[in-house]
């Protein structure tokens, strides 16, 4: 699948899952264990997805799949909760973990770094505010690669 047609399946998986209460967290489309896997993190907007919600949620978006034939080779569904360690991607994302600490995997360094964790202060539309080590970092967001919340 192609990255045009991964935006397009993000785009309609995303509406679905906000007309039904919940938000998409990740989306990825992958060679796993032999098989080709799309893989749906979703979570309720307010946190706290039961596995039964993750599983009506794989039998009405595999119907809807089939209906919309928009993947044309085999693959497994499987939608997931994010966990504890939910992958931090969108603003919004950074935006509801400000105060909490963090640690980002930059795709360029940054002061001869490429992993950074610390506490986020704040996130505007460009960049994320990070206390490490008593400074502070300002990383663009489009150099993050990938984040998370550190869970102790």
């Not at 699948?1 to 509406?15: N, T």
């Not at 034939?69 to 950074?94: A, H, N, Q, W």
């Amino acid at each position: 699948m192609d990255r045009a047609a991964l935006q397009e399946l993000r785009a309609f998986i995303e509406q679905f899952l906000k007309m039904r209460g919940f938000e998409l967290v990740d989306i990825y489309y992958k060679y796993e264990g032999g098989r080709m896997v799309l893989g749906i993190l979703a979570d309720r907007v307010d946190g706290g997805i039961t596995l039964g919600e993750c599983g009506m949620l794989n039998r009405e978006i595999s119907v809807l799949m089939e209906e919309k034939d928009m993947i044309v080779e085999r693959y497994v569904l499987e939608v997931s909760s994010p966990g504890m360690d939910r992958p931090l991607i969108t603003k919004e994302d950074f935006r509801r973990c400000a105060g909490k600490e963090v640690i980002a995997y930059l795709r360029q360094t940054l002061e001869g770094k490429t992993e950074i964790r610390g506490v986020i202060k704040e996130v505007s539309d460009t960049h994320l505010a990070l206390e490490a080590q008593g400074s502070f970092k300002q990383i663009s967001l489009d150099n993050i690669s990938k984040a998370k919340q550190v869970v102790s």
